[in-house]
């Protein structure tokens, strides 16, 4: 069984700085990408930023220049570094991992944490 946990949303100000964490633990073999998600009350899940496992990054333009994605392959862990943010950064988030285990691939996600950027 695969797990992703993720730590470190909360309260912010607008132009104020969070960090969030993701750590997948269990019988894994490969973490082809890893990523942060997010869904807005009343809006659907909308990609924020992934990262590949060769380090190459992608970013919703929304967060382009604010949002940085780093990802610790020795760790299995994903960190998201969200500067500037503005009230509509507000929503959970919600860390996924496209994961093999066991010869299958599939795509996992952790239960979410909670950012609200207040302005």
């Known amino acids: 069984q695969v797990r992703l946990v993720e730590s470190g949303g909360g309260l912010a100000q607008a132009g104020g700085s969070l960090r969030l964490s993701c750590a997948a633990s269990?019988?894994?073999?490969?973490?082809?990408?890893m990523g942060w998600y997010r869904q807005a009350p009343g809006k659907q899940r909308e990609l924020v930023a992934t990262i590949a496992e060769t380090g190459s990054t992608n970013y919703a333009d929304s967060v382009k220049g604010r949002f940085t994605i780093s990802r610790d392959n020795a760790k299995n862990t994903v960190l998201l570094q969200m500067n500037s943010l503005k009230p509509e950064d507000t929503g959970v988030y919600y860390c996924?991992?496209?994961?093999?285990?066991?010869?299958?691939?599939?795509?996992?996600w952790g239960q979410g944490t909670q950012v609200t950027v207040s302005s």
């Open positions: 269990g019988s894994i073999f490969r973490i082809v990408a």
């Open positions: 996924n991992g496209d994961i093999t285990r066991w010869g299958v691939r599939a795509d996992y």
